[in-house]
């Protein structure tokens, strides 16, 4: 087989060593849990650079042995896991440089360098073309991981994951195990494995086939020229964390709404069209003092503010704690103070008003689908261990986002992202600093988390047995719901599995997985054969590799 196009380059961009005052930052991400000492940063800045960097690394690695220094590639540095800033890894590509987004007449369609983070997306699509591609919030995620993994946003309720949008991906692929090539996969391409290659970064999760560094989508959506952004939150009062009905009715119903969207359960006054409303559920720690509410919908539609009174009434009505504002951090998103009024703003400002990050410190995350609203146990569950008194900080939480609409109408099998019937998606979050100077010079820094693992340890057991019961029922994982259920009849389980741009390694570590699903099988169900045989054909030495990945039948 031809691949549609190759390259070959001879210069490796710019290689930032030990000892460069560049190598501190370039050898992190976001995650200060994982620093690498990587033999060199490569930072490229196109895609004939990384061709010859990539071949540089090949040619010093001819053995199966020399691979145990992996090659990884950032292309923002958001990964939650140790996958690009492990201690395994010998050398990172950075494509922090490849960072733009055009429209290319010759393919017709709109091309986003992998470097591109949704910002810069969300600036250079729209201001010129008025399309956005309906990806995250968060400012500094670059597309190469975040399409690649099925990426999101406030407007895929309306108009779908990132993926939907895909029309072909380069890859530099390593398809003889010793050299590099180029390879472009179109949707319509006519050989098969260029075919399946495409599907592979429609889900399938970044460093498992090759370095993506393009990406060309057609059909994007234009957003709402103006929304209604709203921000609210409860206090952590004695009334809301000593009488736990008071939470588990504000999360009950919240997740009934949108299990019951569109159905004759929910009164007259909810039986619009609510595909445009995006709603984060930010349920923090007890420390925090707030849970909050951050809320978006189509302003250009005259019953916005009717239909977020509505919502808003519903979710509330046995709660019994009057809001106010969101006036403190929670997670990635800053205070919002301004906005408890539901305020009109055009689309582009509100997305710059919603684009944080939060402080570059350590984390941890877990992620979860939702195929209905919260079981009873689970809601208990959720409010016993976001008022553990023992474990006090304002930077944990669960936060709950609104899903389904039109991200549920593909089918499992036309992406490579499996959970196509979710009505909401979790992500468990719980971050923190070092401040303590472990080692005793004076500073604090990852060398003191490296001597005392008492540091990270009271936050790392929080979050995984705040998971595990929560999922107690189901060994401790939120599990695929079954494909068996006869017609007709509900399933028990509520949950489908994990979200592969969420990592967490603890779902292979059968002291806090015991349902007998593996992390493959939560994030890709019945795809990950096809995902194997994909990497089979395009990397069968396995040089794209993490704790994670996608493995090729052989290895």
Known sequence: MAADQTITGSECGTEVVQGDARYQALRRGFNQRFIATPDYVSVVSSTAEVVAALNKYLASHRSDESLERRITVRSGGHCYENFVCGDDVGVILDLGQMDRAYLDQDMGAYCVESGANNWHLATHLYAPFGVALPGGSCYSVAAGGHVSGGGYGLLSRQHGLTVDYLYAVEVVVVRDGQHAEVVIARRDSSDEELRNLWWAHTGGGGGNFGVVTRYWFKGLPKPP???????????????????????????????????????????????????????????????????????????????????????????????????????????????????????????????????????????????????????????????????????????????????????????????????????????????????????????????????????????????????????????????????????????????????????????????????????????????????????????????????????????
């Open 225 to 555: 020229s103006q929304v209604l952004l709203h921000a609210i939150a409860w206090p952590w009062d004695d009334e809301l964390r000593n009488e736990p009905e008071r939470l588990k009715s504000l999360v009950r119903n919240y997740g009934l709404f949108f299990e019951y969207e569109n159905t004759t359960e929910l009164p007259e006054s909810l039986r619009g069209d609510y595909s445009d409303m995006f709603t984060l559920l930010k349920l923090t720690n007890w420390t925090n003092g707030k849970i909050g509410l951050i809320t978006q919908l189509d302003a250009t539609r005259p019953d916005s503010v009717q239909r977020l009174n509505a919502f808003l009434d519903w979710i509330t009505k046995d709660l019994g704690v009057e809001a106010t504002p969101l006036d403190r951090r929670m997670g990635e998103h800053a205070p919002m103070g301004g906005l408890h009024v539901p305020t009109r703003l055009p689309w582009l400002t509100a997305t710059q008003t919603l684009n944080g990050s939060g402080d570059n410190q350590c984390g941890k995350y877990k992620s979860a689908y939702m195929t209905r609203g919260f079981t009873e146990p689970q809601l208990t569950a959720i409010h016993s261990h976001l008022t553990r008194e023992e474990y006090k900080n304002p930077q944990a939480l669960l936060q709950v986002d609104s899903y389904g609409g039109a991200m549920n109408l593909p089918e499992s099998a036309d992406t490579a992202v499996y959970q196509r019937s979710s009505v909401m998606k979790l992500q468990y979050q719980t971050y923190w600093s070092w401040k303590k100077d472990a080692n005793d010079d004076g500073v604090t820094d990852y060398l003191d988390a490296a001597v005392d693992p008492s540091i990270a340890a009271p936050h790392l057991r929080w979050i995984r047995e705040f998971y595990r019961d929560v999922y107690n029922d189901t060994g401790g994982v939120p599990i695929l719901a079954p494909d068996d259920t006869p017609d007709g009849e509900i399933p028990e389980t509520v949950t489908d599995g994990c979200y592969i741009n969420y990592p967490d390694t603890d779902l292979d570590d059968p002291e806090w997985n015991t349902s007998g699903q593996p992390s493959h099988l939560l994030y890709y169900g019945d795809n990950y054969q096809r995902l194997q045989e994909t990497k089979e054909y395009w990397d069968p030495r396995n040089v794209f590799r993490h704790a994670q990945s996608i493995q090729p039948f052989t290895q």
